[in-house]
């Protein structure tokens, strides 16, 4: 019988190339075939490349015939359109850039290509990463592949849509407050946030530079731990990534949690957490108990301080790193402008989305003579509290266990009004990025018939720990889970 390329893992389909039950340019074919037939309803590509994908697997095939194939050779990956690949649009879902096509690689991508990954297409976003629904993109709708009428979550919500939705095998997202977790734990796939400087974001269009990192999104946790190894290592590209050694993460996993403490933060049970998430979460870390986890409880006092401190020190940074984006040296340009200024403005107006204008105003503002040291300097503080209660918790145990997000995916339209509500939804994945620390989320069950995710975190560069527990948890979890 004929496997489904299109529903393998990344090792179940490393698997068939070494045995030559299929080939790379198997691989892309029926990936892009699948695109042709799903993705109209589904919406999770907003380019696809599908004669430079052949080509790179033709080529794929030929290196692994003369073993010379790397880690990943012959696997399509798709690649949130916020990170440059070489010859193709990176518009980051805004009118602002479109027409712009890199002229270079981000290291994410070298690193990828030169293990023999395949550069499939690019996926939707919120515009500039900003948003958590991929209802701010300006280039398209997405929908949740579980049920059409619901949002992917976001900013990656395009990566996890593909990926739960049979059209790649893994793709690569950013998370920035939570963008690679929420979106996997709403579209019900794995999705991992590296430590703050474990993978290089040169070559990553830039939200919030402190904070941003580029993860893998994964139908498995052993996959995501491989694509990690392939993606982490310190780049001279980037002075903010840290020259530590990057562990075999797959060689690390293991099949139960003796030995490990897992503690559970008393401040992430808050009102507005759904019932049906707070059930399978729990349902999650009893689990984890019976693989032989000691579970306690743990405080993160500061936590309440969290969404604040994040939206001003992102918005802030948000507000500096887009004022590049200004019609002259790419994307759009308004026509007929009558002076610097008058280019400046018109064009901004116009290319940017109402999300990231209530960012960059917010952050500016934030910056602004008089009221630096009220906001700006007051949230750099309270981020340090934050990274010191992460600090004292792992003192007590191994990684912390959470739900990922306080509800499961909301209907279109549902918080689009009302961009506070959207923004207290992150409360739970904000305070990994404010401290530097790493995250994952791994399906655990559901709530209400859509995906709940479970989140793990772990101790800044101990991403082995948060996916060994991860691992552990889905096998037991087994298939099913979505009911």
Request: hydrophobic share 40%; aromatic share 6%.
């Amino acid at each position: 019988m004929t496997p489904d390329l299109t529903s393998l893992t990344v090792h179940g389909a490393l698997a068939l190339l070494e045995s030559k039950a299929c080939t790379a340019v198997d691989l892309v074919d029926a990936l892009v075939a699948a695109i042709a037939a799903r993705d109209p309803e589904l919406g999770a590509y907003v380019s696809l490349d599908a004669d430079g994908a052949r080509r790179e697997a033709e080529a794929a095939d030929k290196a692994r015939a003369a073993g010379t194939g790397g880690r990943l050779c012959g696997i399509p990956v798709a690649v949130k359109d916020v990170l440059n690949v070489r010859g193709q649009p990176c518009t980051c879902a805004s009118r602002i850039l479109q027409g712009y096509v890199a002229p270079y690689d981000a290291t994410a991508i070298a690193r990828l290509r030169a293990a023999g990954a395949v550069m499939l297409g690019r996926t939707n976003m919120d515009e500039f990463a900003m948003g958590g629904s991929t209802e701010n993109s300006a280039l398209k709708r997405t929908r949740n592949p579980r049920h059409p009428d619901y949002v992917p979550g976001g900013s990656s919500g395009g990566s996890a849509a593909a990926v739960a939705g049979g059209v790649a095998l893994c793709a690569l997202g950013t998370d920035t407050g939570g963008s690679i977790r929420q979106p996997a734990a709403f579209c019900g796939c794995v999705g991992l946030k590296p430590s703050y400087g474990r993978v290089s974001r040169y070559g990553l269009t830039a939200f919030a530079s402190s904070l941003d990192q580029v993860g893998p999104m994964t139908r498995t946790v052993r996959d995501a731990a491989l694509l990690q190894e392939v993606l982490g290592g310190v780049d001279p590209m980037d002075s903010t990534s840290v020259a530590a050694p990057v562990p075999a993460y797959t060689e690390r996993l293991t099949t139960d949690l003796r030995g490990m403490t897992l503690g559970v933060p008393r401040e992430y049970v808050v009102d507005g957490l759904d019932a049906g998430v707070e059930r399978a979460v729990r349902a999650a870390i009893e689990r984890c108990r019976e693989l032989g986890a000691r579970v306690i409880e743990v405080s993160l006092p500061h936590t309440r301080y969290a969404i604040a401190t994040y939206y001003v020190i992102a918005t802030a940074e948000a507000s500096a790193n887009l004022a590049r984006f200004d019609g002259v040296r790419y994307g759009q340009r308004c026509a007929d402008a009558a002076d610097p200024l008058d280019l400046y403005e018109r064009t901004r107006a116009a290319g940017f989305g109402p999300e990231v204008k209530r960012r960059i105003i917010l952050g500016t503002y934030v910056l602004s003579s008089g009221y630096y040291d009220a906001y700006y300097l007051s949230a750099q503080k309270v981020r340090t509290l934050i990274r010191r209660d992460f600090e004292q918790a792992f003192a007590q145990c191994d990684a912390l266990v959470t739900p990922c997000t306080p509800t499961p995916a909301y209907r279109f339209g549902e918080k689009t009004d009302d961009p506070l509500q959207m923004y207290l939804g992150d409360i739970f994945t904000v305070t990994a990025n404010l401290a530097g620390i790493c995250g994952l989320s791994v399906p655990c069950g559901v709530a209400g018939g859509l995906p709940v995710g479970l989140q793990i975190l772990g101790p800044a560069f101990k991403e082995e720990q948060i996916l060994r527990v991860g691992h552990a948890y889905e096998l037991a979890r087994g298939e099913g889970w979505l009911g």
